[in-house]
């Protein structure tokens, strides 16, 4: 660093190792960039598994029924990864994301069925929805208090909020499944679709861009990554670290809920038993689209991506007739490998 | 000495216990504007917490702390912030994840479209460079992330920070101490630039040379209260040691007796010293 050499600006094909000044990404940088961001790497394990399917199965894989019914399946999923997104962020987790998804169908549906059952219009699906949103952005809050002001460690407020939300939900329907959501709900939002794309993957991929912007682009985001990273550094810096805590388990909270929605428009009903493994797949997805589980790092690309890595694999274990407890074997082993991987970059990066 | 009877900052006997642990006891300090003032001590002395008791970080047991003479109670950082008091932490306090222009701005963001707290990148990211540039720093890519710099280019994020937002004090937490030779020079540069700015700079180091070199005067710490104050330019290193350790004291007897501070223990200490 002496000095010597004023490259302030930046010739893109510089290949030099700069030297002092100010410079920009360019050239050199930018692959490097590429080399270390997380996406790239989901992105081309994504590619690399549908390519593998599509050559053994080429004419079931990779169908756009294929796809879309994919699509379809991950939606609730893909809602909930997205608040998951958050709290990883801050270095945290939320295990409660799939019991707090069919406490908010139940609440909501419950509302339904003493509304008109079936027969409701959109303004029943509409004062349901909100209540079933509210009820998981509730849920989220208490979480969010546990985790910030008591000082509980995410994994346990969550596990417990886990076991609570779902015993809430048996409490509520002694156990059986309530059904018929209103006509709106379950037939047009369930079944329909808008220029030819289902209302659930409508639903689902505005949900994800639309917070993948605030992720990216505002103070939200932002002081999301910063706590993850260090939060005695936001705390200096004035920034309200366990209040942000408390909104971004409240947003976890408050998206479990509306995919509690989702779910009831795509099954037609409460699913009490379906959602015990959601977080657990979740959390695969989140992780396997480059976020870091020590906070910090992450984005909600990779998670778009990673949580259908599952999905695909799923699908195409299926497709090319390998017993179904493979799939299990195979995320496992991949979770682990995108981990490593994780690990392996930080280090490469912390020595660059 | 009509400008040291209102010095810019002046801390009133501090007390601060941690359980058995006397880390403050009674202990007085001034700074004043447009002067680097180093405060020294072995470890242990209490500098940390005089430091983190004038920044905010910590609220001492009693005492007063008084901006251009009036009192002024300090609860959180933000406080400190408020009335112009930015702090470079030994640790840094940097968000290694997020980008130089990221940690300059944190806390304190630029929005593109205020309502929705749409950050405006590009403009924090001149303005970080401009910052860098002003203080001499070299970083080559103020979006890269914390983690992926130098020890000393963290270093100059951390000051570079403080040196934008600090309108009257600036503490520095052994600013130097992970730095190399070069870096270092760099960092005393910019302490005697933001001197000149104005800016009281309040400095903690071990490096006697160092401090003799950049500071303007010297106040001692041990055992939690002041022990001796000179003026840099005419104190030596061994002055220095041996009011650190105890061989050698300046003041003691006039803080002892009351709260004095005002009549003249100033002109106490240096005219010992410079005897």
Same mark, same amino acid.
């Given at each position: 660093m002496t000095g010597t050499r004023s490259d302030a600006t930046v010739t893109p094909d510089d290949t030099s190792p700069p030297r002092s000044g100010l410079r920009l990404p360019g050239g050199r940088e930018i692959g490097r960039r590429l080399f270390t961001a997380n996406e790239t790497w989901t992105i081309l394990a994504l590619v690399l598994i549908m390519a593998f399917f599509t050559v053994r199965a080429p004419n079931t894989f990779l169908t756009t029924n294929d796809l879309s019914l994919m699509a379809e399946n991950t939606s609730p999923l893909l809602i909930m990864a997205v608040g998951q997104t958050f709290v990883i962020l801050t270095a945290g987790i939320d295990l409660s994301v799939g019991s707090v998804l069919v406490l908010a169908s139940v609440v909501s549906d419950e509302y339904f069925v003493h509304n008109g059952g079936g027969k409701g219009g959109w303004v029943i699906v509409l004062i349901g929805t909100v209540i079933g949103v509210a009820s998981g952005a509730g849920w989220g809050t208490v979480q969010g208090f546990l985790v910030?002001?008591?000082?509980?460690?995410p994994l346990i407020a969550t596990l417990g909020g886990f076991g609570a939300a779902l015993g809430v939900s048996y409490l509520i329907t002694g156990g059986q499944d309530l059904g018929a959501p209103p006509g709106p709900l379950a037939? #047009?939002? &369930?079944?329909g679709s808008v220029a030819g794309v289902s209302w659930l993957i409508v639903i689902s991929f505005v949900v994800t861009l639309v917070f993948g912007l605030i992720l990216a682009h505002t103070r939200f985001g932002r002081y999301s990554y910063a706590i993850g990273s260090n939060p005695e550094a936001g705390r200096r810096a004035g920034v309200a670290v366990d209040r942000h805590l408390i909104k971004v388990y409240a947003l976890a909270g408050a998206l479990s809920g509306l995919a509690g929605l989702i779910s009831l428009a795509f099954n037609n &009903? #409460? #699913?009490?038993? &379906?959602? #015990?493994t959601d977080n657990l797949t979740v959390i695969t997805g989140v992780v396997l689209g480059g976020a870091s589980l020590f906070g910090g790092r992450g984005s909600m690309l990779g998670t778009f991506i990673g949580i259908f890595i599952p999905q695909v694999l799923n699908t195409g274990l299926q497709i090319i007739g390998l017993n179904e407890y493979w799939q299990q074997v195979a995320i496992g082993i991949v979770l682990v490998c995108a981990v490593y991987l994780d690990q392996f970059r930080r280090r490469l990066r912390e020595r660059a | 000495m009509p400008e040291e009877s209102t010095p810019l900052l002046e801390a009133r006997d501090l007390v601060k216990r941690y359980g058995q642990v006397q880390a403050l006891d009674e202990a007085n300090f001034t700074a004043g504007e447009g002067e680097v003032t180093a405060l020294i001590g072995d470890n242990g002395a209490g500098k940390s917490t005089l430091v983190k008791s004038l920044a905010g970080a910590l609220r001492p047991d009693s005492g007063q702390i008084l901006i251009s003479g009036r009192p002024v109670t300090m609860s959180s950082p933000l406080d400190a912030r408020a009335a112009g008091i930015e702090t470079v932490y030994q640790d840094l306090a940097l968000a290694p994840d997020l980008d130089a222009a990221a940690n300059l701005h944190l806390g304190r963001e630029i929005y593109w479209f205020r309502p929705l707290r749409i950050l405006n990148k590009p403009e924090m990211r001149r303005r970080a460079v401009t910052a860098f540039a002003d203080l001499g720093v070299e970083l080559r890519d103020v979006s890269a992330p914390v983690a992926s710099l130098s020890g000393g280019q963290r270093q100059s994020v951390a000051v570079a920070r403080a040196v934008a937002y600090a309108s009257k004090i600036i503490f520095m937490d052994e600013?130097?101490?992970?730095?190399g030779v070069l870096q270092r020079e760099r960092v005393l540069d910019n302490i005697r630039r933001v001197r000149d700015r104005g800016i009281a700079v309040v400095l903690i180091s071990h490096n006697m040379p160092e401090v003799l070199s950049v500071a303007d005067r010297v106040e001692v710490l041990r055992m939690g209260r002041r022990v001796a104050r000179f003026r840099a330019a005419d104190a030596t290193v061994e002055q220095l040691v041996g009011a650190m350790t105890g061989a050698l004291t300046t003041e003691e007897a006039t803080v002892r007796s009351g709260n004095g501070d005002s009549a003249g223990e100033n002109g106490n200490g240096d005219g010992k010293d410079a005897a």
């Amino acid at each position: 660093m002496t000095g010597t050499r004023s490259d302030a600006t930046v010739t893109p094909d510089d290949t030099s190792p700069p030297r002092s000044g100010l410079r920009l990404p360019g050239g050199r940088e930018i692959g490097r960039r590429l080399f270390t961001a997380n996406e790239t790497w989901t992105i081309l394990a994504l590619v690399l598994i549908m390519a593998f399917f599509t050559v053994r199965a080429p004419n079931t894989f990779l169908t756009t029924n294929d796809l879309s019914l994919m699509a379809e399946n991950t939606s609730p999923l893909l809602i909930m990864a997205v608040g998951q997104t958050f709290v990883i962020l801050t270095a945290g987790i939320d295990l409660s994301v799939g019991s707090v998804l069919v406490l908010a169908s139940v609440v909501s549906d419950e509302y339904f069925v003493h509304n008109g059952g079936g027969k409701g219009g959109w303004v029943i699906v509409l004062i349901g929805t909100v209540i079933g949103v509210a009820s998981g952005a509730g849920w989220g809050t208490v979480q969010g208090f546990l985790v910030s002001k008591a000082k509980i460690p995410p994994l346990i407020a969550t596990l417990g909020g886990f076991g609570a939300a779902l015993g809430v939900s048996y409490l509520i329907t002694g156990g059986q499944d309530l059904g018929a959501p209103p006509g709106p709900l379950a037939d #047009t939002i &369930g079944l329909g679709s808008v220029a030819g794309v289902s209302w659930l993957i409508v639903i689902s991929f505005v949900v994800t861009l639309v917070f993948g912007l605030i992720l990216a682009h505002t103070r939200f985001g932002r002081y999301s990554y910063a706590i993850g990273s260090n939060p005695e550094a936001g705390r200096r810096a004035g920034v309200a670290v366990d209040r942000h805590l408390i909104k971004v388990y409240a947003l976890a909270g408050a998206l479990s809920g509306l995919a509690g929605l989702i779910s009831l428009a795509f099954n037609n &009903g #409460t #699913t009490l038993t &379906g959602h #015990t493994t959601d977080n657990l797949t979740v959390i695969t997805g989140v992780v396997l689209g480059g976020a870091s589980l020590f906070g910090g790092r992450g984005s909600m690309l990779g998670t778009f991506i990673g949580i259908f890595i599952p999905q695909v694999l799923n699908t195409g274990l299926q497709i090319i007739g390998l017993n179904e407890y493979w799939q299990q074997v195979a995320i496992g082993i991949v979770l682990v490998c995108a981990v490593y991987l994780d690990q392996f970059r930080r280090r490469l990066r912390e020595r660059a | 000495m009509p400008e040291e009877s209102t010095p810019l900052l002046e801390a009133r006997d501090l007390v601060k216990r941690y359980g058995q642990v006397q880390a403050l006891d009674e202990a007085n300090f001034t700074a004043g504007e447009g002067e680097v003032t180093a405060l020294i001590g072995d470890n242990g002395a209490g500098k940390s917490t005089l430091v983190k008791s004038l920044a905010g970080a910590l609220r001492p047991d009693s005492g007063q702390i008084l901006i251009s003479g009036r009192p002024v109670t300090m609860s959180s950082p933000l406080d400190a912030r408020a009335a112009g008091i930015e702090t470079v932490y030994q640790d840094l306090a940097l968000a290694p994840d997020l980008d130089a222009a990221a940690n300059l701005h944190l806390g304190r963001e630029i929005y593109w479209f205020r309502p929705l707290r749409i950050l405006n990148k590009p403009e924090m990211r001149r303005r970080a460079v401009t910052a860098f540039a002003d203080l001499g720093v070299e970083l080559r890519d103020v979006s890269a992330p914390v983690a992926s710099l130098s020890g000393g280019q963290r270093q100059s994020v951390a000051v570079a920070r403080a040196v934008a937002y600090a309108s009257k004090i600036i503490f520095m937490d052994e600013p130097t101490a992970a730095l190399g030779v070069l870096q270092r020079e760099r960092v005393l540069d910019n302490i005697r630039r933001v001197r000149d700015r104005g800016i009281a700079v309040v400095l903690i180091s071990h490096n006697m040379p160092e401090v003799l070199s950049v500071a303007d005067r010297v106040e001692v710490l041990r055992m939690g209260r002041r022990v001796a104050r000179f003026r840099a330019a005419d104190a030596t290193v061994e002055q220095l040691v041996g009011a650190m350790t105890g061989a050698l004291t300046t003041e003691e007897a006039t803080v002892r007796s009351g709260n004095g501070d005002s009549a003249g223990e100033n002109g106490n200490g240096d005219g010992k010293d410079a005897a």
